[in-house]
T-cell receptor, first 113, second 111 residues
Framework: DAGVTQSPTHLIKTRGQQVTLRCSPI?????VSWYQQVLGQGPQFIFQ???????GRGNFPDRFSARQFPNYSSELNVNALLLGDSALYLC????????????FGSGTRLTVV | GQSLEQPSEVTAVEGAIVQINCTYQ??????LSWYQQHDGGAPTFLSY????GLEETGRFSSFLSRSDSYGYLLLQELQMKDSASYFC????????????FGKGTRLSVIA
């Protein structure tokens, strides 16, 4: 079975631009979470979706938005990019009501210049 | 607020045993997880403790004391490939609540 797939793997954008990152969870996993990981830090929670509904939102500005599709894949959108948005964006999928084992994708490395 | 404290760096010798500690302060607690992340890679799940005590998975063990809000990851028979960052993470609620991660401990295994 394929794991969690994210695209693109690397991306360079200019300040003020918009970006869309994509994630396909493991087959059968209905919950998708997005995390931002700045170099040298732990992953910071951005959004969680389950059954196409937002179930949680971290402390990120409204420039960040996300959605989940009927096939449980997900997109993360970031508008008006800032230099500080440069990070590794990780997508994690999990089974419903599973309390521990996230499976992470390899992430999208976003560089804002 | 929520906080998870881990040492930022640990160095240990190949073949030795190393313990990585984690103390947490969160609004709720539904278990402590540990993840490993190699440079440039994705975090991978290592272990989970919901109840007090020791959980063993091969060379890795994890311990939890809920009364002390404390846990640790124990790595035995260290190998060079164990050089990575290790994160503790807490789930503050049941069901589909997100994991909150610590800042990570960078483990360097030396010969």
């Amino acid at each position: 079975d394929a794991g969690v797939t994210q695209s693109p793997t690397h991306l360079i954008k200019t300040r003020g631009q918009q970006v869309t990152l994509r994630c396909s969870p493991i087959s059968g996993h209905k919950s998708v979470s997005w995390y931002q990981q700045v170099l040298g830090q732990g992953p910071q929670f951005i959004f969680q979706y389950y059954e196409k509904e937002e179930r949680g939102r971290g402390n990120f500005p409204d420039r960040f938005s996300a959605r989940q599709f009927p096939n449980y894949s997900s997109e993360l959108n970031v508008n008006a990019l800032l230099l500080g948005d440069s990070a590794l964006y990780l997508c994690a999928s999990s089974l419903a009501r599973q309390n521990y084992g996230y499976t992470f994708g390899s992430g999208t490395r976003l560089t804002v210049v | 607020g929520q906080s998870l404290e881990q040492p930022s760096e640990v160095t240990a010798v190949e073949g030795a045993i190393v313990q990585i500690n984690c103390t947490y302060q969160t609004s709720g607690f539904y278990g402590l997880s540990w993840y490993q992340q190699h440079d440039g890679g994705a975090p991978t799940f290592l272990s989970y403790n919901a109840l007090d005590g020791l959980e063993e998975t091969g060379r890795f063990s994890s311990f939890l004391s809920r009364s002390d809000s404390y846990g640790y990851l124990l790595l035995q028979e260290l190998q060079m490939k164990d050089s990575a960052s290790y994160f503790c993470a807490v789930r503050e609620g049941s069901g589909n609540t997100p994991l909150v991660f610590g800042k990570g401990t960078r483990l360097s295994v030396i010969a």
